[in-house]
């Protein structure tokens, strides 16, 4: 059985063609289409799944890891945060590809996506929480081996829980103050540090300068190390995760910041650890950045997953 996953966010689109093994057969790379709303991009995904299935006929069925907020059940994308849209705000993803493709279509967030990529196949095991770090911050948990659900359906939007609610430094795109996302996600510890530095940089750049030694970089990493430890004890104490595993294009820069976290989150939850061992491994993806592929092909082949 082969099928199509795609990794759906705010900056990129990776779509790859993936066997019920999990390996990837065939996976291309390239920017969002957003500037053409929806349309825009609903072409982009059905060109890019066509030209998949002209190269490996056969693909049986779809899955979409999105950028939230969004309805699995109903495949529905809601103003999503980091798509910039104004009309229509809301989508039916899976009907309108699905019509499109001729072919079924499922849709996960993109965190829920990550986390049952590496339970599949990347040893994330049965208690395990994975943030993605890029354009936004998202959270995607396993509990006792089951996929976290909000109510009603909705997957639970973790970026957006407040750490210092009103915080005007801390401007989210869902439009408040202080999100955990406005602090965390690769594109916001960009504009923070930008704003820090007094001229436009990246997250690379602040890296390879903090890597050489620049106190003002390194320092902007010590912040964001923190601030991870403080979000990461929230999460311990909601989830009690035995893994965290961070994936994304900014956790390439772990080394400048987890060893810091994990001290700070073990600090946090020091009167926890005399009862019960609650600290989570904490590691980068093995999978890198093809978790969004890997679980959306998961959604894919095994459509009841969710059950």
């Known amino acids: 059985m082969k099928v199509i996953g795609i990794d759906l966010g705010g900056t990129k689109v990776a779509a790859g063609v993936v066997n019920e093994k999990g390996k990837i057969l065939e996976e291309v790379w390239t920017r969002t289409e957003l500037r053409g709303g929806w349309k825009a991009l609903k072409q982009q995904l059905v060109e890019l799944c066509k030209d998949l299935q002209k190269k490996h006929p056969g693909v049986k069925a779809i899955g979409v890891g999105?950028?939230?907020?969004?309805?699995?059940?109903t495949g529905k994308l809601l103003d999503p945060t980091n798509f910039g849209?104004?009309?229509?705000?809301?989508?039916?993803?899976?009907?309108e590809l699905t019509r499109a493709l001729k072919k079924p279509v499922q849709l996960e967030n993109d965190a829920a996506a990550a986390v049952l990529a590496e339970s599949w196949k990347g040893g994330g095991g049965k208690n395990c929480v994975v943030l993605t770090l890029g354009t936004g911050?998202?959270?995607?948990?396993?509990?006792n081996g089951k996929l976290v659900r909000g109510g009603r359906g909705l997957h639970p939007e973790g970026g957006h829980m407040l750490l210092?609610?009103?915080?005007?430094?801390?401007?989210?795109?869902?439009?408040?103050?202080?999100?955990?996302?406005?602090?965390l996600s690769g594109m916001n510890f960009a504009r923070r540090a930008s704003k820090a530095l007094g001229k436009e940089t990246d997250g690379k750049t602040v890296a390879a300068q903090a890597q050489a030694g620049d106190k003002r970089a390194l320092a902007l990493f010590s912040e964001y190390a923190d601030l991870l430890a403080h979000y990461l004890h929230n999460i311990v104490v909601l989830y009690y995760p035995e893994?965290?595993?961070?994936?994304g294009s900014f956790a390439e820069t772990n080394a400048l910041f987890l060893p810091q976290t994990r001290n700070g989150l073990e600090t946090l939850i020091a009167r926890r650890l005399r009862t019960l061992p609650l600290l989570p491994e904490m590691k980068v993806s093995r999978l890198g950045n093809r978790a969004g592929i890997l679980g959306a092909a998961y959604i894919a082949i095994n459509k009841n997953y969710a059950d």
Do not use: Q, R
Not at 137 to 143: E, K, P, S, T, Y
């Open 66 to 73: 999105s950028a939230g907020p969004l309805h699995a059940p």
């Open 85 to 95: 849209w104004t009309s229509p705000l809301c989508v039916n993803l899976t009907a």
């Open 137 to 143: 911050l998202g959270v995607g948990v396993i509990a």
């Open 164 to 183: 210092h609610p009103g915080d005007a430094s801390a401007p989210c795109g869902c439009g408040n103050l202080g999100c955990a996302e406005a602090y």
């Open 243 to 247: 893994k965290v595993i961070f994936t």
